[in-house]
């Protein structure tokens, strides 16, 4: 069997119809959005109807639209932004966010900001009441994730959209994870800002949309020309912006088949699991309410020449010598592998948050991929896991 990509949660492949529609925005329709000719005319409007679709799709106004240069942009731009604009000077967020929303707020901490973690519980929930006791009058945005990237917790972003509506304090969703793989509308949900990023469903890479609600407190954080309204400086990324208004619009039209695939895949994962790993697995995160399509696993076994908890990274370079490309959360820091800040997030020991891998499913997975996949890791774990004689 070829390679098996089980990472799409970290990237994916850029869709056939979706290349097809950006690569002309290469070569013969290269013109600079801003230039008065007919090459620069052109390129403007590419641009301005992929705004208009991306707005449809989402249920948001055009001149609500910024794009960007991808999620890590959208969330520092959101956070950061609201906070100059306001003036206030508390951030209210999670541990277990994205590190593009936790090391944003960091950095206003260093400059006398506060920023209050709300605690998750085992299975990454944060609820609207928390939120509720959280807010004061000092907050300036409270920024919690649609759904987690490493373990697939949906969080009922409506309800605490309108927690913070009730107190006037912008909230801002991070739905990288969400959008174009489950039905989102901003009216709907009354966020006032929201990031996005088109490599996360099946776009290119290096773009991204910043949704910001009219009339909201948020002041431009990347400047220079006059782009995107005065809103966000730099050369328009024409190809990226076709490819993201296409590859949103290509995952919105597939959505339900989509979603219908995961499931499959997944039942069939955690079938394989039960019958061959009974009670020497587990599920980190939701096991039943979470998105289908991310999967955080767990092996509580012992390593055969460490003697110590079974090493994640070293799971994941096995399962690559065998063809199959699974990710973990662990940061490689300073030399050591620190556990994902997300699993030790919601209260798993370092010995199992060590010992994780997660895998995310994407369109062009198989049945037989996950067949292979779990004759695989029987083999890796049986291999890593034998006393030796
Ligand atoms: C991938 C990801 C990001 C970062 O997006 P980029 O476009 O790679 O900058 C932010 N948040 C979440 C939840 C993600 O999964």
């Given at each position: 069997m070829d390679s098996v990509y089980f990472d799409h949660a970290s990237t994916t492949?850029?869709?056939?119809?979706?290349?097809?529609?950006?690569?002309?925005?290469?070569?013969?329709?290269?013109?600079?959005?801003?230039?008065?000719?007919?090459?620069?005319?052109?390129?403007?409007?590419?641009?301005?109807?992929?705004?208009e679709l991306v707005a449809k799709l989402i249920g948001?106004?055009?001149?609500?639209?910024?794009?960007?240069?991808?999620?890590?942009?959208s969330d520092n731009a959101a956070i950061k932004g609201v906070v100059n604009a306001t003036r206030k000077t508390e951030v209210i967020t999670s541990p277990i966010e994205h590190h593009a929303v936790i090391h944003p707020a960091e950095s206003l901490k260093m400059k006398g900001c506060k920023v209050t973690y709300l605690e998750p519980d085992s299975t990454g929930m944060i609820t609207p009441e928390q939120v509720k006791e959280a807010i004061?009058?000092?907050?300036?945005?409270?920024?919690?994730?649609?759904?987690?990237?490493?373990?697939?917790t949906i969080l009922?972003?409506?309800?605490?959209?309108?927690?913070?509506k009730e107190r006037k304090v912008p909230f801002h969703s991070d739905t990288v994870q969400s959008v174009g793989k489950m039905p989102l509308n901003v009216k709907e949900l009354g966020v006032d800002l929201l990031s996005m990023s088109g490599h996360k469903i099946y776009g290119p890479k290096g773009i991204g949309v910043l949704y910001v609600k009219n009339g909201t407190p948020w002041l431009p954080w990347l400047q220079g020309g006059s782009q995107e309204r005065r809103r966000r400086g730099g050369t328009s990324n024409v190809a990226g912006i076709v490819g993201m208004a296409e590859a949103l619009n290509y995952c919105i039209a597939n959505l339900d088949a989509h979603r219908t695939h995961y499931s499959n895949l997944r039942g069939k994962l955690i079938d394989g699991l039960e019958e061959r790993?009974?009670?020497?697995?587990?599920?980190?995160?939701?096991?039943?309410?979470?998105?289908?399509?991310?999967?955080?696993?767990?092996?509580?076994?012992?390593?055969?020449?460490?003697?110590?908890?079974?090493?994640g990274e070293m799971l994941l370079l096995n399962l690559d010598i065998e063809g199959i490309c699974v990710s973990n959360g662990s940061a490689c820091t300073s030399g050591a592998v620190e556990p994902s800040h997300v699993l030790k997030g919601i209260g798993l020991p370092d010995k199992l948050a060590n010992s994780s891998i997660r895998i995310s499913f994407g369109k062009d997975n198989t049945l037989e991929q996950v067949q292979f996949f779990l004759d695989k890791l029987d083999d890796v774990l049986s291999r890593m896991t034998k006393v030796p004689s």
């Open positions: 492949p850029v869709d056939d119809g979706v290349l097809e529609e950006i690569l002309p925005y290469y070569k013969q329709q290269f013109g600079n959005a801003d230039s008065a000719h007919q090459f620069g005319r052109a390129t403007k409007v590419a641009i301005e109807d992929a705004r948001a106004e055009p001149s609500e639209i910024i794009f960007t240069s991808g999620g890590t942009e004061s009058d000092e907050t300036a945005i409270v920024s919690l994730m649609h759904v987690n990237n490493e373990i697939g009922p972003i409506k309800e605490i959209a309108a927690t913070c790993l009974k009670g020497r697995y587990r599920i980190n995160g939701p096991v039943d309410d979470g998105v289908p399509h991310i999967i955080n696993l767990s092996f509580p076994m012992e390593d055969a020449t460490t003697e110590k908890g079974l090493d």
